[in-house]
């Protein structure tokens, strides 16, 4: 089976891995012994940072919703990163 993941804390990611059947998580899930499969997250944000840099931006937000979860961790983490980068 494969499911669509919307909060990467779901409680039901340790009982699909349980059921020893086969499913694909599409979206961050970090729990072991659960296939997932995501987009790269940080590196999209790196490619628009950049782009933005490269034409002349200084000043740029990040405008989206929640700031739990696996992938704004992601985000925050490359925002960080590309932000010092980029100075």
């Known amino acids: 089976g494969v499911v669509r993941a919307f909060d990467?804390?779901?409680?039901?990611?340790?009982?699909?891995?349980?059921?020893e059947k086969p499913v694909v998580?599409?979206?961050?899930?970090?729990?072991?012994?659960?296939s997932s499969v995501a987009h790269d997250a940080p590196g999209m944000l790196r490619g628009a940072m950049e782009l933005l840099h490269?034409?002349?931006h200084r000043r740029v937000a990040v405008l989206g919703g929640g700031t739990r979860g696996t992938y704004f961790r992601f985000l925050r983490q490359a925002w960080q990163q590309v932000s010092a980068e980029l100075g």
């Open 8 to 19: 990467a804390g779901q409680p039901v990611w340790e009982a699909l891995r349980d059921t």
């Open 54 to 56: 490269r034409r002349g």
């Open 25 to 34: 998580v599409i979206g961050q899930c970090e729990v072991e012994g659960l």
